[in-house]
């Protein structure tokens, strides 16, 4: 994977079999987020393959990946990334229309009412604490049901209490979906509560 012509980044090969849960860590630089943006196809790495199912995605346009990811994948950004002017509800309704998945309204609220945010549905994200923004933005990533969750750096804003139980919503979510839990963290007690990890170090 390249960015522009100062940065080269390398991983080694790896083969996640469906359902995994897995921790992506290494020090700050060394492209955690960068995979998680190749995993999504957001970005297309310069060399290598990269397979989902029987799918090749490295040989997809960039509207068939944009495609890909609206349908399959869900990604919890480290910022989040909810639209500030819509409500909760809003805001999750929205990823599940652009994902083409009916009835967006009744889903969006069930996701939310999962994550106990069932009160919060009308509040704009500034009015929301940031725990309860996290818990939209885990609710947008797994209401249109993907197969492949994403989050970059889950706990960096919580405190530790809560972080554990982002930790175990993360992975309930992703167990009750069968989806494929990919976390990128720094969290040493967030890496160890699941069970593989993908080290990523500065030569990698
Ligand atoms: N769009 C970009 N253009 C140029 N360089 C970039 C771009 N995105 C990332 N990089 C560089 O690629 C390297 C990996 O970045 P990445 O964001 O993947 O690291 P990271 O492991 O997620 O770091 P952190 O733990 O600090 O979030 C860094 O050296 C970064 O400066
Ligand atoms: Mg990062």
Redesign the pocket.
Known sequence: MK??S??T?SYPDFHWPAGTQVAVT?P???????LLNVLSGLLRPLSGRMQYGARELTTLTEADRDAFRRREVGYVFQDFHLMPGLSALENVELGLRVAGVPNAGRTAREALERLDLGARLRHLPAQLSTGERQRVAIARACAHRPGLLLVDEPTAHLDRERADGALRLLREVAGELGATLVI?T?DETVAQMLPQRFQIGRSA
């Open positions: 960015h522009g100062e940065v980044l290494g700050s630089g060394t492209g955690k987020t960068t990128v720094h």
